[in-house]
């Protein structure tokens, strides 16, 4: 066992530079594995809180049904008493309540239909985004009733500026007109242009004015401290909302609820990798079948001559066994060490991004993005490495038990 | 929709014109024009309560309303009070709308024509593409029934090839009268949408007329708005200046 283990670590370092060039290979695909998975394990996470803070929140409290029919009368009646259990959840970061009306707005020029949501200013500042995507003019204050914030597109739509007027005409929770005139505060650009083209913010109070809500809002809206949390935090809060009326029934729903194409983006985006991921592998394997099978067909001879003075053809497969993992061991612990090393240098200083895909864009991910190491995206392609490997490693291993010595021997 | 849209009309506008055709009516196409221009009239005047019917709540809403053959209407509500003056006006399939809080008026863009007319169950297409069943659906007789002794015809209407049209068939039901029974929408699919009936047949202005017209969603038994008339007058004609957004800005009545 000692010689033959010791003959395969010869055998390895008699032709450097083929070893080195098939360990090479292997530790490659492993750094390449290591990182992008990290990479991409690291965007979700990234992607999904940047998402929600744009505007839907990891939680929203709201009455059943509203998620799909949006309709006025269904409204969380009592939103202090949900704030007072959110307080009281360990977990939240902060919460808020909004209300929302399809209605139609109108500036001298033009007319849409859109989603009026009514804020409230200084509570809706921690949960979303808003208050840091205002580009021009400012962000609501408290004493601010008939003032607007809306989406750049949506101005550009509607061609107002800053202090021009606009009326909104909806209905109100109780079925009455519901019209007002407010004044665009500021305009703002969250990066997701469905957003910035159909929303429009107008302080709570005075929507709730303006709407009839009697109190009432549509949803409150919570984030969460960290994304594992969750659904611990949702459990929670759904267990201490008190449902006595089983027709006015509230819900908690999480972000998956809230954003289902926000997961789908992320499915069709790791589905992607995954096949990138597989042909990388692939390319690797059989670049490594390719010089272990040189190494067979190069080595005949010297087999011929191991197996005339009696070595078994079982102990040379083993020999070559032994190599093949060696190697691939070497490969692989070189390829996580430096692939832990590069994740980790951008896991601290974060990698600039230009170019993702629409789908992803269109959530609103950051300028940097930070990999994220973990013992699953550390193990998962080298483990795959390893076992693509060693398959292929069996072939010419086996192969060489077929050769006879005298043929052997004859060969150049 | 278009389809729908006349049915809105004649329930809210009940115009005055009248029974033409009296006659036989075995051609469907001839009946379904006969019955359009039977509910319009050449022109009418009516007081409707409307009244959207939810589950866990109701809402009245007192409208004025005036037509004008089969393109123009204007409406107007006159209680309650807190929504007075709010008017709709129609002009082929052109809507504006007038809020006296805000005090301006909005031409509808094409987005919200699906959206619910103050929040009942007729859409703003029903009323904007009432002339629709007329010009849009190619009309088959397809049974017929007897309603308080008197002869009812079932008629089939398929959208015409390209025609722009919300309803994949509409199935009416036109007594020989002219007297409109019931109009059922359904989507592309064939499946039903909402259906619309009409009640208390009795003399209304100059002529027997469905005092009450109720619009009731397919999927939901307890959602429907009903439409009821307190007051139906036939005019042979009414002022042009009705029918602009001056007067929906400025009631001169």
Sequence with gaps: ?412 | MTKKLCIVFFLLLLISAGICGSGQAQDPQALVQASFDYYRGKASFATVDMTVHRPDWERVVTIKAWTKGQEESLFRIIAPPKDRDNGTLKKGREMWIFNPKVNRVIKLPPSMMSQSWMGSDFSNNDLAKSDSLIKDYSHSLIGTETHEGMKVYVIKSMPKPEAPVVWGMLELKIREDHIFLSQAFYDEDLQLVKIMTAHDIQMLGDRLFPKVWKMQKADAKDEYTELSYKELAFKDGLPEHLFTTSNLRNPRR
């Excluded at chain 1, 998402?51 to 059943?64: D, N, P």
């Excluded at chain 1, 707005?105 to 859109?114: A, K, P």
């Excluded at chain 1, 005949?300 to 061991?329: C, D, H, N, Q, Y």
């Excluded at chain 1, 600039?352 to 609103?364: D, L, P, T």
């Design chain 1, 1 to 412: 066992m000692n010689v033959d283990v010791k003959m395969a670590w010869r055998n390895i370092w008699r032709n450097p530079r083929r070893s080195i060039l098939t360990m090479t290979a292997i530790a490659f695909a492993c750094l390449l594995l290591v990182f992008m998975l990290s990479f991409q394990f690291g965007s979700y996470d990234t992607m999904i809180n940047s998402a929600v803070k744009i505007h839907t929140g990891h939680l929203q409290v709201q009455a059943e049904g509203y998620q799909d029919k949006r309709t006025m009368r269904l409204v969380v009646p009592d939103p202090g008493a949900i704030g007072s259990i959110l307080e009281q959840t360990p977990g939240i970061d902060a919460y808020t309540y909004r209300a929302n009306a399809f209605s139609l707005v109108s500036s001298e020029e033009r007319t849409y239909g859109i989603v009026v949501i009514g804020i409230d200013p200084a509570r809706e500042a921690n949960v979303s985004t808003l208050k840091k995507v205002i580009r021009q003019g400012s962000y609501l204050s408290a004493e601010d009733t008939n003032q607007a914030l809306l989406g750049e597109l949506l101005a550009k739509n509607l061609q107002v500026g800053l202090g021009d007027e606009l009326v909104m005409i909806g209905q109100g929770r109780d079925g009455s007109v519901a019209a007002t005139v407010v004044e665009v505060k500021g305009t703002y650009n969250s990066g997701q242009d469905e957003f910035d083209r159909s929303s429009i913010h107008i302080p709570l109070k005075h929507f709730q004015d303006v709407y009839a809500m009697r109190g009432g809002v549509h949803e409150v809206v919570a984030l969460g401290k960290s994304l594992g949390a969750i659904p611990a935090i949702r459990k929670a809060v759904a267990g201490s909302i008190e449902n006595e009326d089983p027709k006015h029934v509230l819900v908690v729903l999480d972000w998956i609820d809230l954003m289902p194409g926000l997961i789908e983006g992320i499915k069709l985006d790791l589905i992607s990798g995954l096949i990138l991921y597989c042909i990388l592998i692939l390319v690797v394997a059989f670049s490594i079948l390719n010089t272990f099978l040189m190494a067979v067909f190069e080595r005949t001879k010297e087999f011929g001559v191991m197996m005339a003075i009696g070595t078994t053809p079982r102990r040379l497969t083993k020999l070559l066994l032994l190599e093949s993992i060696a190697m691939t061991v070497i490969g692989i612990v070189v390829g996580i060490i430096a692939g832990c090393l590069i994740t980790w240098y951008f896991q601290v200083h974060g990698i600039a991004i230009s170019g993702m895909s629409e789908v992803v864009r269109q959530f609103g991910i950051p300028e940097r993005m930070y990999p994220k190491l973990s013992f699953l995206s550390v193990t998962i392609g080298p483990t795959l490495v390893l076992f693509i490997t060693s398959l292929t490693a069996l072939y010419p291993a086996l192969r060489v038990r077929r050769l006879r010595p005298v043929e052997a021997l004859a060969s150049v």
